[in-house]
């Protein structure tokens, strides 16, 4: 937090604006303006201030007028804010609830980041799983309908032939099918009983006859590599993080729980919320202690069941005939556990006189306020009607067209000759599919890097750039020429195009009416705002030199 309020100070500077030092001071802290004497503060403004998106190259005067904004728009919301507490907003029933129920949870989520906010990941064990996970093996196969022709392959390989040599015969034969190249691929792209057979291989050595669904497969492995992969290996770290510190905070859950209570087992074990007798009704009616807490009002049976009921989101009666309540019995228990005992052990360390807890009740408490003076002052007043939206309809009418959508085949050629061939024939009438079946050249398509096109529909937009030039302007039933940058070249051939054309107004009405909505909001708020600054005394002491 430090580095980033550095951070913001600077870029303050560089917009022109007066230094830190100059504001004054309240209650030990900076202010930058105050609102009929309630002050906003540096730290608060900051932390406003680092959510703008920062793009480079923004000249002073873009600045100014960012941050000149923030700050209005901190003084609007403090207005509001006191203006919803001379309402008596604050004192709805509704709202205290809710600011109950956040401050319980908030005391609980303090003292659990206190205890997890230290672990890091093993990093041996993150770069374990990521080179599993990235482990890519090089491997050049033959596929055989007929074992008898793998047996045959498998014996000659043994007495010492040479691989690529009896690879490239037993293909020329017609007794297999593969390719003279070998690609990498992962465990995942591989068939199960390849993936298994590869991962107790050494590189260069040759599998034996592996049976799969398909036929019979040899194959060797030529290379093993580990690809680097940034996003792979921060999403296997932070799955070991979350791992780490949810095992940290069970353990910690347990010293608690053995600190502060006394569990009745022998009755819990003896509740049987299933059965006819006593009934589940009865059960919540019960008086007896489940769970005593230091300190704390016991926990009854009646209380427990009325809890366990709660969490039935589909009723007693569902549950009770799938046989699952008496196995949730001391999970469910727990989570009422969790919740005293945690509250409890927040207390005994302080935690709700902390600052930074205080904030958090504080800015929850400003934001329901706001929401409440907004929903029953100013919404009941925005009124739509249908002209409205439809001239905004007819305005932006670029913002609401389909897109224009494609349905794409695709061959792919190792040569341009090969390629250009067969465009020629598939615009002199060729079947597709018959060419498909029989055109030489034809590089795999079950290769990694290839794309491949099978004839849905897409959107153009979305293509990737190559591919979108490629077929910019096509109509239904053209073929175009790709040379792409990996070497090969893709025949396209397009069976149907659908050209852009408006969405009907009746699909885009209720999101057009949302969004005039939210704009009619938000004026109506700042003009409310500004009838309030009118009338009220507000100081601003951050501004320009």
Do not use: C
């Not at 509704?94 to 230290?118: N, P, Y």
């Not at 509250?343 to 306020?369: H, M, P, Q, V, W």
């Amino acid at each position: 937090m430090l580095k980033i309020v550095a951070a913001i100070l600077l870029f303050i500077g560089t917009a022109g604006l007066v230094s830190d030092k100059n504001l004054p001071i309240v209650k030990g802290k900076k202010v930058v303006a105050t609102v009929n004497d309630e002050p906003i503060f540096l730290d608060e403004f900051n932390q406003e201030l680092a959510t703008l998106p920062h793009k480079a190259g923004k000249d002073q005067r873009t600045e100014k007028q960012e941050i000149s904004g923030l700050l209005k728009r901190l003084i609007n919301t403090r207005l509001i804010i006191q203006e919803a507490k001379r309402m008596g907003l604050d004192e709805l029933k509704e709202l205290k609830e809710r600011d109950d129920v956040f401050a319980k949870q908030t005391l609980r989520d303090e003292l659990i980041d206190r205890q997890v906010r230290d672990i890091k990941p093993d990093e041996r064990e993150v770069e374990k799983i990521y080179k599993e996970s990235v482990k890519e093996f090089k491997i050049k196969s033959i596929l055989f309908d007929k074992e008898e022709d793998a047996k045959q392959m498998e014996a000659l390989l043994k007495a010492g032939k040479n691989f690529d040599e009896t690879l490239k015969k037993f293909l020329s034969d017609g007794k297999g099918k593969g390719e003279e190249e070998a690609s990498y691929l992962r465990s995942k792209e591989l068939q199960p009983e390849i993936a298994e057979g590869v991962s107790k291989m050494t590189v260069g050595s040759v599998s034996p006859v592996i049976k799969i669904k398909s036929g019979s497969v040899i194959f060797k492995l030529e290379d093993i590599r580990f690809p680097e992969d940034p996003d792979v290996r921060g999403r296997i770290r932070l799955d070991l993080l979350l791992q780490k510190q949810k095992d940290a905070y069970f353990e910690y859950f347990k010293t608690l729980k053995k600190k502060y209570v006394k569990v009745n087992e022998g009755l819990l074990k003896g509740l049987d919320f299933e059965s006819k007798e006593p009934g589940f009704e009865k059960l919540m009616k019960d008086k007896r202690v489940l769970a005593e807490i230091k300190g704390e009002k016991p926990i009854t049976v009646g209380e427990f069941s009325e809890y366990m009921k709660q969490q039935l989101f589909h009723g007693v009666e569902r549950a009770v005939e799938a046989k699952r309540l008496n196995k949730r019995k001391e999970q469910i228990l727990d989570e009422m556990l969790q919740k005293r005992i945690l509250r409890k052990e927040a207390l005994r360390l302080g935690i709700d006189k902390t600052e930074g807890y205080k904030d958090r009740l504080k800015e929850n408490e400003n934001s329901l306020l706001f929401g409440a003076f907004v929903a029953k002052a100013v919404a009941p007043d925005i009124k739509l009607n249908e002209e409205e939206l439809k001239a905004y309809y007819d305005r932006h009418i670029k913002e609401y067209t389909y897109p224009e959508m494609m349905k794409i085949k695709s061959l792919v050629f190792s040569k341009r000759e090969d390629a250009e061939k067969a465009v020629v024939n598939l615009r002199q009438g060729t079947d597709f599919q018959w060419l498909e079946a029989n055109a030489e050249g034809q590089v795999d398509k079950n290769r990694k890097e290839v794309l491949v096109f099978e004839g849905k529909l897409l959107t153009t937009k979305d293509l990737p750039e190559n591919v979108r030039k490629a077929v910019s302007g096509a109509k239904s039933g053209d073929v175009r020429l790709l040379a792409n940058p990996d070497n090969y070249f893709y025949v396209l051939s397009i069976p149907e195009v659908i050209p852009p054309k408006p969405q009907p107004y009746p699909e885009t009405r209720e999101q057009i009416a949302g969004k005039i909505y939210n704009e009619k909001l938000t004026k109506a708020v700042e003009d409310y705002a500004d009838k309030l600054r009118a009338l009220s005394d507000v100081k601003i002491y951050l501004k320009d030199n």
